[in-house]
């Protein structure tokens, strides 16, 4: 058999030995979580906001029953799926920056609706169309196909008297 070698004893380095406490975070690791969390319930209500917003602002668009309540209105005939339709929509809300937003109502008639449907066909009206009304709720004047911003501006001016 052979003979086990004896490991040398090493010394230890003499350590000072600390009670154990669990570590508390710094504070502004804390601080830095708290603005973390404010800013993102801001974000998140500002989101809720804007959100709400829009959504009352798009029901509105297409609430019919304010054509003829004392302001110019122009109503769109709208197919949600009609990619000329949207390009109408996206042309007539940059040409309504143009105005104060109390000084026309837009809205409007979404063909896929009952509502939209029975509009469109009271006007003889296709999708891809403007209907301008004044004030009373009298058709004044009609803008068929996707038209330029400025050419909208003119005729809103001119069917409007602004």
Aim: with cysteine; aromatic share 8%; proline share 4%.
């Amino acid at each position: 058999m052979k003979k086990q070698r004896k490991q040398k004893a090493t010394k230890k380095k003499s350590q000072t030995v600390r009670p154990e406490t669990p570590s508390q975070p710094e504070r502004r690791n804390v601080l830095r979580a708290v603005g973390y969390s404010v800013f993102g319930v801001g974000l998140l209500g500002g989101g809720g906001v804007f959100a709400y917003n829009s959504v009352r602002k798009t029901m509105a668009e297409f609430d019919l029953s304010q054509l003829g309540q004392g302001t110019p209105t122009i109503v769109q005939i709208h197919d949600p799926s009609c990619s000329l339709c949207q390009n109408l929509q996206r042309q007539t809300r940059k040409a309504l920056r143009a105005f104060d937003s109390d000084e026309i109502t837009y809205l409007v008639a979404n063909i896929t609706t009952q509502e939209g449907r029975l509009f469109a066909h009271q006007y003889g009206a296709q999708h891809v169309t403007l209907l301008l009304f004044n004030a009373k709720g009298e058709l004044v004047s009609r803008i068929e196909g996707v038209q330029p911003k400025a050419l909208l501006e003119d005729e809103f001016r001119a069917a409007f008297a602004l």
